[in-house]
């Protein structure tokens, strides 16, 4: 089994499982002594928690994530989202008044056609 070198790029600490046990990366940390057995390398890797390699190195170099823009971005995702269920509660409602429109419409509709038809025709 080969140590890779892993940085960890979500926003809050994560596990890792290495051959010794598990170690905690905080968010922006990168180890380079890290022993996975391959199973555990293809588990981490699916995550996208963590960068690998070369990669790491450079999420290591990046600038690491303000917590005041995390904050802020999580209030604009929660607005945004309000926002969407709102577009979604005023489009059930519309889809609602919508049918009931038809209904009336075609009841009017036929009142009309009884209403048109030639005497000798009425039933």
């Known amino acids: 089994m080969a140590k890779h070198t892993i940085t ?3 926003g809050g600490p994560r596990m890792v499982n290495t051959t010794t046990g598990a170690v905690m990366l905080k ?3 990168t ?5 996975l ?3 555990e390398l293809k588990s981490a ?7 690998f390699g070369a990669r790491a190195a450079k999420a ?8 005041g ?3 802020a971005l999580t209030k604009q995702v ?3 989202t309000k926002q969407v269920e709102d577009s979604n509660t005023a489009k059930v409602e519309a889809e609602k008044k919508l049918a009931d429109a038809e209904k009336e419409n075609a009841a009017l509709t036929k009142q009309v056609e009884e209403l048109t038809k030639p005497a000798d025709k009425k039933s």
């Open 8 to 10: 960890n790029t979500s």
């Open 27 to 29: 968010a922006g940390e």
């Open 31 to 35: 180890r380079d002594d890290l022993e």
């Open 37 to 39: 057995s391959d199973a």
């Open 45 to 51: 890797k699916g995550t996208d928690w963590f960068a």
């Open 60 to 67: 290591a170099a990046a600038e690491p994530v303000n917590a």
């Open 69 to 71: 823009d995390l904050d």
């Open 78 to 80: 929660a607005a945004l």
